[in-house]
């Protein structure tokens, strides 16, 4: 395999390249990254480039708490039971 190219400082959706750390079994380049809302996290170069991850993690926790809120029925006021 080729020289790894250096993508430090650059930014795929909420995730920038902070620095190289190794390589995956295949021989893709794992890059440490560091996602807008602070935290930092080991990931392929490659998966990030092609959109497969897109934060550290925090953007499905986001959604998944914005989807349960548009779920969620307004009960108040109603009775139940006798």
Not at 7 to 20: D, F, H, P, S, V
């Amino acid at each position: 395999m080729g020289k790894i190219k250096d993508i430090t400082g650059e930014k795929y959706n909420r995730l920038t390249a902070i620095k190289y750390v190794g390589k995956t079994k295949a021989g893709g380049a794992i890059w440490l990254w560091q996602c807008d809302c602070r935290n930092q996290k080991e990931i392929p170069a490659n998966s990030v480039k092609t959109g497969n991850t897109k934060s550290c993690g925090c953007l499905k926790k986001e959604q998944n708490v914005k989807n349960l809120n548009h779920t969620q029925k307004n009960i108040s006021g109603e009775r139940f039971g006798f």
